[in-house]
């Protein structure tokens, strides 16, 4: 009865191309829902023209539901998708678990050494590459020149955080609606906290000691967010307890920002036809505080391919073609060099065409500047910049994000705020055995 | 007027319907059960057993428990309080003779078409945001400071959201109820001198009791369980000051992956429901009967 | 209730209903106008009405971007099939307990609502494996009977406040001409029943339309109704609110015009009936 209710069902509409005889192997792919992912939905001929015996079905959701959807299907072995697009946080703890396919036997073309090394090494466990990278992202400055120029200042190509905090206080004007400086906010491990934590590495700071005991009580820590809470109260906008990436983008482009401390594929976006600053943009690596590190993440959108898969190797095909050098030459062809997604290969960089992109180098910069290995001052006992690549952390991240949160809406004290973190991420490492 | 093989037939008619919803209850619910004495970690699954009562405690050792407990009761009888009242004055004013009836149908009940986690990204980025949205821009062209609608007041604009979103069910169930009311009566109590707030409250209100009573029941089931719009809008936050305890029961499902828990949270959720239920049924479920 | 009254009060009464009609319909218009405008335009502070740039552009750029047609049909089968299937178990059901009523059908009936009470994050795991081990996972059968469950309280409810006001004299005339139950079913009750019927197909097929929860969890890509097409338009990297307005536009259009043709069952339908 299902089976036929099915065939009948599906024979009306999805077998829109009628015909083809040929034995397809059709292949699921999971995308998240940003441009350079929908971009390669659109340029698809090509692969059918080489591949014409696979068929892909896309699912495209929004990070959100994405990663509720993927979770889902993985953990519970599942096996609807046979590609998956997930994450640098992802990618350790799946491949640990064994649910990913290993991709150590790509074609010699592929040339998996050209993959910048910083991402490469956030996608390996145990010498196995368990994911292609699709694109890849740091955080930088991004800074308006003609305000910073009106206030007779320049902005270092690698600035401090002293200077972030000179830079906002001068752009700063009120009543113009300027606010010197846009931060994330909005509770969340990927929102506030990735940026918060990317943050806290340059002031010292550490989640965990080599012992998982975690560090809100430190004062790394408390220099931290009181940095942060400062520099937000004094030069960010109104009701940025709210504001994440978007809305932090639509401040910008309408120019509202001084300063904005953000992903780098966000260049693109304020140098773009929606902005109204697009001219008027200067980049710069994310600041620091002199010890050695910035408070720059790195993270990688990236394909894999789940063990419970049906079809490995069409999705390895399809994984070949999605994350190789001939897939960047392919989208310059058709939409220029400044569409091609970014941060994932050195041949890309080197090559001339793409320099002359505006922020192509300190994209670069950025992603060379982060170590996901070796992210902190201090010895940690964890992988990852801005997030910590245990299973926990997504749980941990949400709840701190909530207090930062609360403390940025001015509810909580910074102490306050710390202490309470402090609490609840014993609590939850207890609760998970790694410290008792 | 109802014999014995009436009675027979009426149960085999009613039978699919239970055996079905029972099946439909009784099996998630004991796997909930279940799972909510298991550790049972999505990510972690090598780990896992009895842990007795773990994750209910944890609900009750959380700070935030109480609070939710107390915002899942104030986003239901904020919301109930709402929709009820205005969809009372908003069913009063057009079952008025007014021009294009119809259409105005269709406009008040416009609200209930829209998916709910599309209505509460509309309401977040497009009116209640303190710089872009029409809010704020409306409070700046009367040269006041915008109002920062879901840092401020979370709870509220959250009752307020979900309120637009009811209020259509509300005003129309209301609206019938009225328009099955015999204008005879409403006649004659004029012709005796009785005021209109005097009808209002000897003739109509009392009129429409069985309406308001199916409109609290059906949504206070449909309210208990809501998350997805406080997702969408404030995360729960600030801290926890728009949190739920569908909400608490989402972070730990989605975001922390613990399905153990989030059964626990279930369970207490359906305890919670019951609560409410047996004092609605108390309190208003003799109007059913009418 | 129409009662004559004085052209002043109906002109004032005309003004004062459309200015509420309007301010409860303005999000949706706002949403509306917002899908024709530009991604800058849509956020544009202050907000832009005369001077905004109009386009067309969203839509294309939607409608390219997402097979529309396959995720409205599995709408319509998944909305139409649970609705249809929930009224097959519901009609005998909720007739039933009208007109041979029992010391317990109250109870029975709030029992019913009742299984709607478990929140869905805390079941979408145990339902998830359900769905997986019954190979119902991605499947528009599997929706069918998810929504039709979650719904048939919801329809039992309606048709049992409906079939109450059919006064049961008619069915006892019936009887005594000797009709037997299939005929009564058929010949009497149904014609009597069929605008209330009518009434709960178009509620609980905007219920399922608009579910925006298991239809995402339980599909990838055969079955995916409308509200996966919405997530694939909701918070992207980048500015979107206008091609998420005319998404959104595009997946309530339908149901809009469903509403505007059948306005009247529509209205009875949300009433649960005619609530006396």
């Given at each position: 009865?299902?089976?036929s209710?099915?065939a009948?069902?599906?024979a009306t509409?999805?077998?829109t ?5 040929l034995a397809?192997t059709t292949i699921?792919v999971?995308?998240v829902n940003?441009?350079?992912m ?6 698809m ?5 080489k591949h014409p015996d696979?068929?892909v079905?896309?699912v ?6 994405l990663r509720q ?7 519970t072995g599942?096996?609807?998708?046979d ?14 678990q064994?649910?990913l396919?290993s991709?150590?036997d790509?074609p010699?073309?592929y040339?998996v050494d ?8 956030g996608l390996t466990?145990?010498?196995?590459l ?6 890849g992202?740091s955080?930088m ?6 305000l ?8 270092p190509d690698?600035p401090?955080w002293?200077?972030?905090e000179k ?7 009120r009543?113009?609606?300027i606010?010197?400086v ?11 906290m ?12 550490r ?14 820590w408390k ?6 809470l400062?520099l937000?109260n004094?030069y960010?906008p109104a009701g ?7 809305e932090?983008l639509t401040?910008f ?11 780098t594929v966000?260049a693109?976006f304020v140098?773009?036809?929606?902005s109204t600053?697009a001219d ?24 894999a391919?789940?063990?419970?898969s049906?079809?490995?190797?069409a999705a390895k095909?399809?994984?070949?073609w999605a994350?190789s050098?001939g ?8 939409e ?17 065409e793409y320099?002359k992109v505006?922020?192509a180098k300190?994209t670069?910069?950025?992603?060379n ?5 070796a ?6 006992p964890?992988?990852g910049?801005q997030f910590?690549?245990?299973p ?7 709840t701190?994000?909530e207090?930062f949160?609360?403390?940025?809406a001015g ?7 710390l202490?309470?973190?402090q609490?609840?991420?014993a ?8 410290i008792? | 007027?109802s014999?014995q093989?009436s009675r ?8 699919p319907?239970v055996?079905l919803?029972?099946?439909w209850m009784a ?8 799972y ?8 972690s699954p090598?780990r896992?057993g ?7 405690l ?10 939710a407990?107390?915002?899942?009761l104030?986003?239901v009888?904020g919301v109930l309080?709402i929709?009820v ?6 069913a009063?004013l057009?079952?008025?003779p007014v021009k ?8 008040v ?6 998916m709910?986690?599309?209505a509460a990204?509309i ?9 872009n949205?029409l ?7 009367f040269?006041?400071?915008?109002i ?9 604009s959250v009752?307020?959201?979900?309120s637009w ?12 109820s009225?328009q099955?009311?015999s ?10 001198g009785a005021s209109?707030?005097?009808r209002l409250?000897h ?7 069985r ?5 609290i029941?059906i949504q206070?089931?449909?309210l208990?369980g809501?998350?997805g719009?406080i997702f ?5 936050g600030?801290g ?8 608490m029961?989402?972070k730990?499902a ?7 828990r989030?059964?626990?949270?279930g369970?207490?959720?359906v ?5 409410v239920?047996?004092?609605?049924m108390?309190g208003i479920g003799?109007?059913l009967?009418? | 209730m129409a009662?004559?009254v004085s052209?002043r009060?109906k002109t004032?009464?005309?003004?004062a209903?459309?200015s ?5 319909f303005?999000p949706?218009?706002w949403?509306?106008?917002?899908s024709?405008?530009?991604e800058?335009?849509a956020?544009?502070?202050?907000p ?13 750029e939607?409608?390219?971007?997402s097979?529309?047609p396959?995720?409205f049909?599995?709408s ?5 099939g ?7 178990v ?5 007739w039933?307990m ?14 019913m609502l009742s299984?709607k009470?478990m929140p ?5 795991i145990p ?7 019954l190979g119902?996972?991605d ?5 069918v009977i998810a929504l ?5 309280p919801?329809?039992?409810w309606?048709l049992?406040?409906?079939?109450r006001?059919?006064?049961g ?8 001409d000797?009709?037997g ?7 009497v009750?149904t ?13 609980n097929v905007i219920?399922a339309?608009?579910?925006a ?12 109704p409308l509200?996966?097409f ?22 309530i ?12 069952q ?6 649960f009936?005619?609530?006396?």
């Amino acid at each position: 009865m299902n089976i036929s209710l099915r065939a009948l069902l599906g024979a009306t509409v999805s077998f829109t191309l009628a015909g083809a005889a040929l034995a397809e192997t059709t292949i699921t792919v999971a995308t998240v829902n940003n441009g350079d992912m929908i971009r390669m939905q659109g340029l698809m001929d090509d692969f059918y023209a080489k591949h014409p015996d696979i068929k892909v079905e896309w699912v495209t959701l929004e990070e959100n539901v994405l990663r509720q959807n993927v979770t889902t299907d993985i953990a519970t072995g599942g096996g609807q998708y046979d590609v998956l697009t997930i994450g640098t946080y992802e990618v350790p703890i799946w491949g640990k678990q064994g649910w990913l396919t290993s991709l150590n036997d790509l074609p010699a073309e592929y040339d998996v050494d050209d993959l910048l090394p910083a991402i490469r090494g956030g996608l390996t466990v145990d010498g196995n590459l368990y994911a292609a990278p699709f694109y890849g992202e740091s955080s930088m400055v991004m800074y308006r020149k003609d305000l910073m120029e009106a206030a007779g200042l320049t902005m270092p190509d690698a600035p401090t955080w002293a200077d972030i905090e000179k830079a906002a206080a001068a752009m700063t004007n009120r009543d113009a609606d300027i606010n010197g400086v846009c931060l994330r906010g909005k509770a969340g491990w990927g929102e506030n906290m990735a940026f918060l934590t990317a943050m806290s590495n340059s002031f010292g700071a550490r989640w965990f000691d080599e012992n998982w005991n975690p560090q809100f009580d430190q004062p790394e820590w408390k220099a931290t967010l009181d940095f942060y809470l400062n520099l937000m109260n004094n030069y960010g906008p109104a009701g940025a307890s709210n504001n994440g990436f978007n809305e932090n983008l639509t401040l910008f482009n309408q120019g509202k920002c001084g300063m904005w401390i953000d992903a780098t594929v966000a260049a693109s976006f304020v140098t773009g036809k929606d902005s109204t600053v697009a001219d008027k943009v200067g980049f710069a690596l994310a600041p620091d505080n002199g010890l050695g590190k910035r408070g720059n993440w790195l993270w990688a959108w990236s394909l894999a391919i789940p063990s419970s898969s049906d079809a490995p190797d069409a999705a390895k095909t399809f994984v070949n073609w999605a994350t190789s050098k001939g897939y960047l030459e392919l989208v310059a062809s058709k939409e220029g060099w400044a569409n091609v997604p970014p941060g994932t290969r050195t041949s890309l960089y080197e090559n001339p065409e793409y320099q002359k992109v505006p922020f192509a180098k300190m994209t670069l910069d950025s992603i060379n500047s982060a170590d996901p290995n070796a992210p902190t001052v201090k010895p940690v006992p964890y992988v990852g910049v801005q997030f910590v690549a245990i299973p926990e952390f997504q749980g941990l991240g949400t709840t701190v994000g909530e207090i930062f949160s609360a403390a940025l809406a001015g509810q909580k004290t910074a102490d306050e705020a710390l202490a309470e973190a402090q609490t609840a991420v014993a609590d939850e490492m207890k609760a998970a055995g790694y410290i008792q | 007027m109802s014999t014995q093989s009436s009675r027979l037939a009426a149960r085999v008619m009613v039978a699919p319907s239970v055996v079905l919803l029972f099946i439909w209850m009784a099996v998630p619910l004991a796997m909930t059960l279940y799972y909510s004495f298991r550790l049972y970690r999505l990510l972690s699954p090598d780990r896992t057993g009895w842990v007795g009562f773990t994750n209910y405690l944890w609900f009750f050792n959380s700070p935030d428990f109480w609070l939710a407990l107390w915002n899942t009761l104030a986003l239901v009888g904020g919301v109930l309080i709402i929709t009820v009242m205005l969809g009372i004055l908003i069913a009063l004013l057009i079952d008025q003779p007014v021009k294009g009836q119809g259409m105005l149908r269709i406009l008040v009940i416009a609200p209930f078409f829209v998916m709910p986690p599309v209505a509460a990204s509309i309401w977040e980025n497009l009116f209640m945001h303190p710089q872009n949205g029409l809010l704020a821009a409306v409070a700046r062209g009367f040269g006041a400071q915008p109002i920062l609608f879901l840092e401020e007041y979370p709870l509220l604009s959250v009752i307020g959201i979900v309120s637009w979103e009811w209020l259509p069910f509300a005003t129309l169930i209301l609206l019938t109820s009225l328009q099955s009311l015999s204008s005879e009566q409403l006649e004659a109590a004029e012709m005796d001198g009785a005021s209109a707030l005097n009808r209002l409250r000897h003739i109509i209100l009392p009129h429409m009791t069985r309406a308001i009573t199916v409109v609290i029941l059906i949504q206070t089931i449909f309210l208990l369980g809501i998350f997805g719009e406080i997702f969408t809008t404030t995360q729960g936050g600030p801290g926890s000051a728009s949190t739920t305890l569908p909400y608490m029961i989402f972070k730990q499902a989605i975001a922390a992956k613990d399905i153990g828990r989030a059964a626990a949270g279930g369970i207490i959720a359906v305890i919670l429901a019951n609560i409410v239920a047996y004092f609605l049924m108390r309190g208003i479920g003799r109007h059913l009967d009418a | 209730m129409a009662r004559a009254v004085s052209p002043r009060r109906k002109t004032l009464t005309t003004l004062a209903a459309w200015s509420v009609a309007f301010i409860i319909f303005f999000p949706v218009l706002w949403m509306i106008l917002t899908s024709f405008k530009t991604e800058a335009s849509a956020v544009a502070s202050p907000p832009e009405l005369l001077g905004a740039d109009w386009t067309l552009e969203n839509y294309a750029e939607v409608w390219q971007r997402s097979d529309y047609p396959r995720f409205f049909w599995n709408s319509v089968v998944i909305s139409l099939g649970s609705t249809l299937l929930g009224l097959a178990v519901a009609i005998p059901a909720a007739w039933a307990m009208a007109f041979v009523p029992g010391k317990r059908t109250k109870d029975l009936l709030m029992w019913m609502l009742s299984t709607k009470m478990m929140p869905a994050v805390a079941v979408m795991i145990p339902l998830y494996l359900l769905f997986l081990k019954l190979g119902l996972i991605d499947t528009r059968f599997g929706l069918v009977i998810a929504l039709m469950l979650m719904n048939l309280p919801i329809i039992v409810w309606m048709l049992y406040t409906y079939f109450r006001e059919i006064p049961g004299e008619i069915l006892e005339a019936a009887r005594m001409d000797g009709a037997g139950l299939v005929k009564e079913i058929l010949y009497v009750l149904t014609p009597m029943a069929l605008p209330g019927i009518a009434s709960t197909l178009l509620l609980n097929v905007i219920l399922a339309w608009n579910e925006a929860f298991w239809t995402i969890i339980l599909t990838t890509t055969k079955a995916a109704p409308l509200s996966a097409f919405i997530a694939s338009f909701s918070a992207p990297q980048g500015l979107f609110y206008a091609k998420l307005s005319a998404a959104s536009t595009m997946a309530i259009a339908p149901i809009l015009i469903l509403g505007w043709f059948s306005q009247k069952q529509l209205v009875r339908g949300l009433t649960f009936g005619a609530v006396k």
